[in-house]
C-alpha cells in the first residue's frame, strides 16, 4: 500500500490544457450551460491564464495598471 503522505502529486491547472481558442470556446460554452455564476467568474479567470493575462486574475475583478509615477 502507498503511504499518503509519501504520495507525490503535481498541481492541475485547467488554464494549462486550454491550449486552442476553440478549446476555450468549449470550456466556456461547458461552464455557461451549469449557469453557476460563481463558476463563470472561476472560467474568466481561468481563461485569462490561459491566454497569458494573469493581471487578469485576481478575485474580484480585473487589476487597473499603477499609473506611472512623475516626477516634478
Do not use: C, N, W
Amino acid at each position: 500500500m502507498i503511504d499518503p503522505k509519501a504520495a507525490k502529486f503535481s498541481r492541475y491547472d485547467t488554464a494549462d490544457y486550454l491550449q486552442t481558442e476553440d478549446d476555450i470556446t468549449a470550456y466556456l460554452e461547458a461552464v455557461a450551460e451549469d449557469g453557476d455564476l460563481a463558476l463563470i467568474a472561476d472560467a474568466q479567470e481561468i481563461v485569462a491564464r490561459a491566454r497569458g493575462h494573469p493581471e487578469l486574475t485576481p478575485r474580484g475583478g480585473a487589476v487597473r495598471p499603477r499609473p506611472a509615477t512623475h516626477v516634478r
